[in-house]
């Protein structure tokens, strides 16, 4: 079993949808957790950052952590065409230090 | 310059070839990292340093080398490579502070990588 798990996709919705990416893991050490967004030839690029359980906003993006389930969620909300890129998930134990990647959803928003 | 730049964008080199790749980060970071990132694989963690010190290295064949000279400069030296570790190359860096159990890492920036292809 992999550590991290990511749907690969492609995922295609409609501009204004609810967008929902999900990553499952094994490690039950893990504590922290993170979303990036990458564009095409470019770096990922840090979106959100949780401790523990429960739910973070920041405008249109929510992440939410379910520890008990080893499952982590990032919600998009009215998506734009401009949200169109890969996304991915990483997380780390209560140490905090060198942080595990799933491989990626790759996201396509239609106009 | 800000954030994290990596030269070149592109390269290619054969087998035999030397080259290395350059990273530089303009945040005032005190940890840099390189990462691997081949297709529908996720990124894969090859070398960490803090404070300058290496403090990791996955297991990466001694075809690549990092040099860190100082704590905004990192290099990737390569040589003898092989087709399959054609892919893009990240640098990041991150500002660890102390936490709980030690010191944390609360997110990367990542340079725009290298696109390395070995013929």
């Known amino acids: 079993q992999k550590e991290v798990e990511q749907d690969p996709g492609p995922l295609s919705v409609p501009e204004g949808a609810i967008v929902s990416l999900n990553c499952t893991y094994s490690?039950?050490?893990?504590?922290?957790f993170m979303w990036y967004r990458q564009y095409s030839r470019k770096g990922p690029e840090l979106l959100m950052y949780?401790?523990?359980?429960g739910n973070k906003e920041d405008g249109r993006f929510t992440a939410q952590v379910d520890k008990s389930s080893k499952y982590i969620s990032l919600f998009i909300r009215d998506s734009q065409p401009s949200d169109s890129a890969t996304y991915l998930c990483?997380?780390?134990?209560?140490?905090?230090?060198?942080?595990?990647f799933g491989p990626g959803t790759r996201l396509s928003v239609l106009p | 310059e800000t954030g994290v730049t990596q030269t070149p964008r592109h390269l290619v080199m054969g087998m035999t070839n030397k080259k290395s790749l350059k990273c530089e980060q303009h945040l005032g970071h005190n940890a840099m990292y390189w990462y691997k990132q081949s297709a529908k694989k996720p990124l894969e963690l090859m070398f960490v340093?803090?404070?300058?010190?290496?403090?990791e290295n996955n297991s990466v064949p001694s075809r690549f080398s990092p040099e860190c000279p100082n704590s905004s400069h990192l290099f990737l030296h390569l040589h003898t490579l092989q087709p399959e570790d054609s892919a893009l190359y990240l640098c990041?860096?991150?500002?660890?502070?102390?936490?709980?159990?030690?010191?944390?890492?609360?997110?990367?920036?990542f340079g725009s990588g290298t696109r390395l292809t070995v013929v």
């Open positions: 990483a997380m780390a134990d209560n140490y905090g230090q060198n942080f595990v």
């Open positions: 990041a860096s991150s500002q660890d502070a102390l936490g709980g159990e030690g010191m944390i890492n609360y997110g990367y920036t």
């Open positions: 949780t401790y523990s359980s």
């Open positions: 490690n039950s050490a893990f504590q922290y």
């Open positions: 340093y803090n404070f300058k010190e290496q403090t």
